[in-house]
């Protein structure tokens, strides 16, 4: 019977060191294997790609059993929800095509078994990170994705995988939590519930898998990552869980 909602976040495939990449991919593969006889919906929320860029005709090659997955999963009749991260915000019409998979470019607010859930990678929310906020502007403008696709594969891609290997996961740090009153995505859904209620606020890019109570009844869940915890939450209609995919 498909009646459970999975949301996951961070795989970052092709990660540096790339080596690393083969066996996320088939921890991942074994995931969705495992839920594919009861998930209805698959909401994937960012950073599912370390770099994902579509050419006119191209797209970086590799990932080839996790779409494989992906595609039996959508041919079993799972409905699929990408959203763009900060590493993979340059999706367009290619995954929407080969999956019916929806684009998600910012936040998606929905309603399942009474519950309302308020959904975004978090990438450039709450207060700080004003360069970050600036630089996703410029990437995420048509003339920057119009100049970056004048380049050659070979040369866009090599310069992503670049600044890849300088990342936050590349350094091989975990991420600890800093308390509610400096968890920005933390304070970002209080900030929301004052103007309106959710019962979940669900986001990823934090790394960090969380659970906060909020207030009026309302929570916080981040998904964490696939690097170090194999995260992910799963609701059954009545109730939202985390949980780490044990192999």
Request: proline fraction near 2%.
């Amino acid at each position: 019977m498909r009646d459970k909602i999975y949301f996951t976040s961070d795989f970052h495939l092709g990660a540096h060191p790339l080596a690393t990449t083969r066996g996320r991919e088939s921890r991942i593969v074994q995931w969705l294997d495992s839920i594919k006889a009861d998930a209805d919906e698959l909401y994937l929320m960012g950073d599912v790609f370390d770099f994902w860029f579509e050419y006119a005709t191209v797209v970086p090659k590799g990932y080839i059993r996790f779409l494989g997955k992906l595609a039996e999963l959508a041919d079993l009749g799972v409905k699929i929800t990408f959203f763009k991260g900060n590493h993979d915000m340059w999706m367009f019409s290619y995954l929407k095509d080969e999956l019916s998979a929806v684009i998600v470019d910012n936040e998606l607010t929905i309603e399942r078994g009474g519950k309302t859930f308020y959904l975004h990678h978090g990438d450039g929310l709450g207060p700080g990170d004003r360069k970050y906020k600036l630089l996703k502007k410029i990437f995420r403008s048509r003339l920057c994705q119009w100049l970056f696709a004048r380049l050659h594969p070979n040369l866009g891609i090599s310069i992503a995988q670049r600044w890849s290997a300088h990342s936050r996961l590349a350094s091989g740090g975990q991420e600890i939590f800093l308390g509610e009153d400096q968890e920005w995505l933390v304070v970002y859904a209080k900030s929301i519930l004052e103007k309106q209620h959710y019962d979940y606020f669900i986001f990823g890019h934090r790394h960090l898998p969380l659970e906060v109570d909020l207030p009026h009844g309302s929570k916080y869940i981040n998904l964490g990552e696939w690097i170090n915890y194999n995260t992910y939450a799963v609701f059954d209609g009545e109730r939202l869980r985390l949980k780490e995919w044990l192999t």
